[in-house]
């Protein structure tokens, strides 16, 4: 069984032997694969293709999960919950909806016009682009399995306990007056057939493909140039255990950057394998997926600067604790 799931992993999820096949080729074509540039060729050939495979099949299956959830039903289904079950909700329903958090934001703003509890809003709107089912396959195809599932589950509690916070607080003054006075209309859901919810899902391939492929050159580019030109010694000694504010440097690096999970994964697997510990390298994909600049840049146009800064700090803290968590339980998760 686990010979079994061990070749699901490598070679359906992790396609090994596309990567063996590209060395094989380049090897063919007569270049040195020991060489660092063409290392790099190799491992930015390989990342790109399987990650545009797996992103392509990704989302159109997401995509045609959504279908059944447009923002009429997904606030019906939240507004039939209260306290921390409906920030449980609002954290799950956030799973299957947009993968960056800039896409997220304007389904924040729908919730919150349509009278939403703040706090539940924004459990949605944490983990909407942190912990998408996207996120789980692929994370499971480079870290496997156990480090998949339990980085799911801890970004579903920091998005549950965030909302719940920030409920707590009592800040809905903190809500710019053109959302709160926004009124949302009621809408019939039209009943989708399959083709129209197969439509939706190439769709929303063929937009979301456009969107994150250069991110995914990006990531992958700086993830080739970690993999074969930083001296592993630079690596660890940042974000090593040597290191105790590795974590604390890795989300504050991670902050103003701006990804997508498919795109900052490939970084991801290069540092764990110039040896990152694993926490300090959850943390900065947290970071990147969660509060990058433009995303904050385009909350502060839907919420007051206090309200902003609270979301900011409660993310940036419940990231760092993540980070050292798992720093903790590496040898059990690795």
């Known amino acids: 069984m686990n010979a079994m799931w061990l070749f699901f992993q490598d070679q359906i999820l992790g396609m090994k032997w596309l990567n063996t096949i590209i060395g094989q080729l380049l090897n063919w074509l007569g270049f040195d694969l020991t060489n660092r540039w063409i290392a790099s060729l190799q491992f930015f050939i390989y990342d790109v293709i399987k990650i545009t495979v797996l992103l392509c099949i990704l989302i159109f299956l997401i995509s045609y999960i959504q279908s059944y959830f447009p923002p009429e ?4 289904i939240l507004g039939k919950y209260r306290g921390i079950g409906a920030n449980t909700m609002a954290a799950l329903l956030g799973t299957v909806t947009p993968f960056c958090s800039c896409s997220s934001i304007p389904l924040f703003m729908g919730f919150t016009s349509a009278g939403l509890p703040l706090g539940v809003t924004f459990s949605f709107l944490i983990s909407s682009p942190m912990v998408d089912l996207g996120s789980l396959v692929l994370l499971t195809s480079i870290f496997g399995p156990k480090i998949s599932v339990v980085y799911v589950i801890v970004g579903l509690i920091i998005a549950i306990i965030g909302g719940t916070i920030i409920e707590k607080l009592k ?11 926004a009124k949302m209309m009621e809408m019939d859901v039209p009943e989708l057939t399959v083709k129209d919810r197969i ?3 190439i769709e929303q391939v063929t937009d979301t493909f456009k969107k994150v492929f250069p991110y995914i050159l990006i990531g992958v580019g700086i993830g080739a140039v970690i993999h074969n030109w930083i001296p592993e010694a630079w690596v660890t000694t940042a974000l090593g255990s040597d290191n105790p504010f590795g974590v604390v440097i890795a989300t504050l690096i991670g902050i103003p950057m701006y ?13 764990l394998a110039k040896g990152a510990q694993l926490g300090t390298v959850l943390s900065f994909m947290m970071a990147v997926t969660t509060l ?3 995303s904050l840049i385009l909350l502060k146009k839907a919420v007051k600067l206090k309200l902003l800064l609270t979301f900011v700090v409660i993310c940036t803290i419940g990231i760092i604790i993540v980070g050292y968590l798992f720093n903790m339980l590496e040898g059990i998760l690795i």
């Not at 800040?171 to 006075?181: C, G, H, L, S, T």
């Not at 990804?259 to 540092?271: H, T, Y």
């Open 73 to 76: 039903r997904s606030r019906k």
């Open 259 to 271: 990804a997508d999970i498919f795109g900052v994964i490939p970084i991801a697997e290069a540092l």
């Open 171 to 181: 800040m809905n003054d903190q809500v710019e007056d053109f959302i709160q006075n």
């Open 199 to 201: 439509d939706f899902a």
């Open 292 to 294: 990058s600049l433009p």
